[in-house]
């Protein structure tokens, strides 16, 4: 069964529905991974409502998918803000961390150098950062959804 533009759209909600509990409850590499998958969502929303024969050619490769999906020919005004949200996310996420302990996730983080100038627990700010980066990119992406459905 192909999922619709809608279907992506509300899954992509409903993920960030989850995200601060996810990360109030310590759950940081769940955080960390949903955060990504909604962003994904969100721009195969946006793919599949412009073209309903879209492919998943993009092999979970964040900035393809935002620039095929057109995501942000839609909020042009916005680009330097929503691309350095999508920067923060996409040096930090891969879909294969659904797989990642929290030790692994910790040395993925060390090993790509995410965390330098970080006191604390790096897995826990990292999974700051790409919450907020995605909760930035999601508020856009809606009210955009939303003004096309009128």
Request: with cysteine.
């Amino acid at each position: 069964m192909r999922l619709s533009a809608e279907d992506y759209f509300k899954a992509a909600s409903e993920y960030l529905a989850a995200l601060r509990k996810l990360y109030e409850n310590k759950e940081y590499v769940l955080t960390h991974y949903v955060s990504g998958l909604a962003i994904e969502c969100l721009f195969f929303a946006f793919k599949f409502r412009s073209d309903l024969n879209a492919t998943l050619d993009e092999r979970h490769d964040l900035i393809e998918l935002a620039h095929n999906s057109g995501f942000f020919d839609l909020v042009p005004e916005k680009f330097k803000e929503l691309n350095a949200a999508l920067m923060l996310i996409s040096v930090r996420w891969k879909n294969s961390h659904r797989y990642r302990s929290t030790k692994a996730l910790r040395r993925y983080i060390v090993d790509e150098g995410l965390h330098r100038r970080i006191k604390g627990d790096v897995v826990k700010e990292n999974s700051r950062i790409i919450m907020d980066a995605a909760l930035v990119l999601f508020t856009h992406g809606a009210k955009q959804w939303l003004l096309s459905n009128r």
